[in-house]
């Protein structure tokens, strides 16, 4: 992959990473308020959003860091709120084998929306799709990465109230589930889900019930995927 091929897949794809850049510019401010205000600089956000790149465990992030840090629980914490990365990774390893040392950062890019768009987009006539791919994945990070620097550095400047803003994210997964729910053949998982959730926060309180949680529903859902799926495809 040359430099050249690059340039052609970075303007090839931006227009195809539009709806990343409005997302993830807004919900990228609103952490890096969100983080000057528990008292952390602009370099936090820089940082966080360079080597952790996971919008949702860094919003849960803030709160582990206000808390006092627990090693243990923020591993169990992490890998059960990203382990859904591994599935759509997984259906990715052969589509990566031939992007040389660039699959490790692929693989380290993949987000949700840019999942997405790496199944949904198609490269134009004349460019390469490992350059084009690429291009996804870098152009989705750099919006992630200039969301969290300005919204510390407006955190840091400018007076906010902050009062509520750790709810974006929230906002945004209810959002989802408010789309698929209005799909009859999505509301099989989701009430599987819903109803794990309050059992597991029933008994094992609010500190580790999203960790029995996922790992219940990933359990439940690897053993019934067949029927759930046949279930799903005829409702």
């Not at 969100?34 to 952790?52: D, F, P, Q, R, T």
């Not at 059992?199 to 609010?206: S, V």
């Amino acid at each position: 992959m040359t430099i050249d091929e690059f340039k052609k897949g970075l303007a090839s794809a931006f227009l195809h990473t539009l709806p990343v850049l409005t997302g993830y510019l807004f919900l990228g401010i609103a952490f890096g308020v969100l983080l000057s205000s528990k008292g952390y600089g602009v370099w936090w956000s820089l940082c966080m959003a360079l080597l952790i790149y996971a919008g949702s465990m860094q919003f849960m992030a803030v709160g582990l860091m206000a808390a006092g840090f627990n090693p243990i629980s923020c591993f169990f914490l992490t890998l059960a709120v990203n382990a859904r990365h591994i599935f759509y990774g997984i259906s990715m390893l052969e589509r990566f084998r031939t992007y040389g040392r660039a699959k490790y950062y692929m693989i380290f890019a993949l987000t949700d929306e840019t999942f997405a768009v790496l199944c949904s987009a198609k490269p134009p006539h004349g460019v390469r799709e490992e350059p084009f791919n690429l291009a996804v994945c870098v152009l989705n990070q750099l919006y992630w990465v200039v969301g969290c620097t300005a919204g510390g550095l407006l955190g840091t400047t400018l007076p906010f109230n902050t009062q509520g803003i750790d709810f974006v994210m929230t906002a945004l997964f209810t959002i989802t589930v408010l789309g698929q729910w209005s799909n009859p053949a999505n509301r099989r998982p989701a009430l599987i889900g819903f109803s794990i959730s309050i059992f597991c926060r029933l008994l094992f309180g609010p500190q580790w019930f999203i960790i029995a949680a996922m790992a219940v529903m990933i359990a439940i859902f690897g053993v019934t995927k067949n029927t759930l799926g046949q279930r799903m495809n005829n409702p």
